[in-house]
């Protein structure tokens, strides 16, 4: 896995000891790969992200091992400092722990099952003892009294994970994405979401294992949704030029945080399925177009890699994500967004999954307004045309926080899927 544009830059107010960290790295490998293993090399630089910290490892010729891996470790030291209470430091702590887990728990049941769109995982290894039971579910709300300064020693207590290196020479990433480049990671989708089609066990498995997508509201902060109202109206003024030249200054859209918020807890309830539900499968949960190693040869197969956020779910809360993350607006005018939407369906189709197409065609509305009501409510929070223009290159920014253009298409199309859904769900 190649290092990411943008996420090399260590972040403000984060702890970390590079001797300290770089201590856990050999005998990681050694468990790993057995105890002759007596070296390594990091190749370029480290990848810093918010709930993590990734590297390309070269390892010594002569052993049975590969030659290049791919480690990331999350050590709880490098976050106690800059999360400000349990609930935060928790929240990343289980990011880790959900990866780790698909890794090892539920990733080989579904490489049974056809899905191989994932590197393949030579070590998984955590130890929160102390600080998050087991038993604990990722879903379930922290422990208002728990004072993180109470907690055991953090020093030992971490995530490591060790993955195979997909070559810079087979392997890119990119943002935004062709149509060619969208088609073929919602194929990578579809082989995901078929390989837990309604597979309850499998379901159930991840329910109790895994957490939600990075944007369900059962994960999110309450705040969020509380102050979706004044976020939008703060996105609305700072970008009132543009709604108006876009024909989208209406009084419908004015009110478009009140709709929002009207609408998410229903929105949420119908997209979040039961592991006995019909439609159900297991989805990566934060599938924008940075999360996919796309093969410089199309004849290479697609990588889906991060799954911090994986879970149960529906599979067009991935497809809702990844199409209005990572395609510009022109490529999803004129029946773009509609043909991609067919192209995943005609996959899934393919692989075996019955979808009927008026039950699907209401999952990606509902997705595309659940996906609406995180981004006005976090992202969209402080944005501004300058912000955008800032973040222009950040090819790991959805496109839809960098771009006007692609800003206004989304809301107008989170207006037509509002309007069209919003009876229904009264009624309901």
Known sequence: ????????????????????ADSFILPTLQKAFGPSLDGYEILGDKIIQPNAVGMKLRLPEGGDWPKEVFLKQVLATDYVGARKDWSDLRRTLLYARTELRFYRDVLPIMNKKGFHAAPKAYHCEYD????????????QPADESVDKDDLPNPSEKGGWLILECLSDETHAQDSPLSMDGARR?????????????EDEGLLRKADAELSRAAFN???????????????????????????????????????????LRAAAERVSEE??????????TIIHGDYKAMNVMMGIDASAPTIMIDMASASAGLGMSDVAMHVHHAVNPEDLDDGGEESLLEHYLQTLRNLGCE??????????RLCVIDYARFFVGRMWKTATPDTMAQKKDNKNIANINRSVPSAMR?????????SEVE???VMT
Not at 235 to 258: K, V
Not at 355 to 364: L, S
Not at 410 to 418: E, P, T
């Open 423 to 425: 009876e229904s769900l």
């Open 271 to 280: 997209v979040t399925p039961s592991p006995g539900d019909r439609y159900a």
């Open 128 to 139: 929160f003892g102390g600080w998050i039971d087991e038993s604990e579910r990722a879903t």
């Open 217 to 259: 509201l059962r994960m999110r902060n309450p705040k969020e949704l509380a102050g979706i109202e004044g976020a939008w109206d703060d996105f609305s003024s700072n970008f009132r030029a543009d709604l108006e030249a876009s024909g989208l200054w209406t009084n419908r859209i004015r009110n478009l945080g009140g709709r």
């Open 410 to 418: 989304f809301v107008r199309v989170v207006d037509k899927y509002l």
């Open 1 to 20: 896995m190649s290092p990411r544009p943008g996420l090399c830059a260590v972040q403000a107010g984060y702890s970390r000891s590079t001797e300290r």
């Open 355 to 364: 979808y009927p197409d008026d039950v699907a065609q209401r999952h990606y």
């Open 185 to 197: 990671c919602l194929e990578a989708a579809a082989e995901l979401h078929a390989s837990a089609w």
